[in-house]
């Protein structure tokens, strides 16, 4: 038997709704505003047919450049061979999220600014990189108040 190439094909798993997130779409969906330059994630529901993105842009993030009533046009990255070409897909609002993956990043450009304003103040250098995780201290064990223990399995009985 052959397999299918159909437009949804392989997606079994993919637009399948999440556990306890079956049911009415919340309505907050509906009732959040998007603007031209926002970054969201395309994220397909499959609740909704209409305005569903193709399956190869689930899950990529894109930028906002089109606002319509329902749905906004994002710019999306699709990988061609061995270069990506620039999309733009009109998706329903159902199938985006406001992506969070910058929200750390300017966390960070925020408390270098104020570290970096009390150091100038206090005439102190400061390193604002980001420095890896360093290995943790030695420690050494006692053993002479606490004596290695051997462990054996339990005996397994069937009682009847």
């Known amino acids: 038997m052959g ?5 949804r ?6 637009f399948k709704r999440g556990f306890r997130k079956r ?11 998007y603007k ?3 970054i969201v994630d395309v994220k397909a529901n499959g609740a909704v047919q209409k305005g569903m ?8 993030t894109g930028v906002v450049y089109n ?23 009109n998706v329903r609002v159902e199938h985006v999220t406001k992506s969070r993956s910058r929200e750390e990043f300017l966390r960070r ?10 150091a100038k103040e206090e005439g102190t250098h400061l390193h604002l990189k980001r420095q890896p995780v360093m290995p943790r201290e030695s420690r050494t064990v006692d053993a002479k108040e606490n ?5 054996y399995p339990i005996a397994y009985e069937t009682t009847i």
């Open 109 to 118: 450009v925020k408390d270098n600014a104020k570290n970096k304003r009390k």
């Open 67 to 89: 606002v319509t009533q329902r749905a906004v046009g994002v710019i999306l990255n699709k990988k061609v061979g061995n270069r990506y070409i620039e999309k733009r897909v």
């Open 53 to 60: 993105p193709h399956k190869v842009y689930h899950g990529k």
């Open 36 to 38: 031209v330059g926002d």
């Open 9 to 14: 094909a392989g997606t079994r798993y993919a």
């Open 23 to 33: 049911g009415m779409i919340p309505l907050s969906t509906f009732l959040l505003q």
């Open 147 to 151: 004596p290695p223990q051997t462990l």
């Open 3 to 7: 397999h299918s190439a159909g437009l």
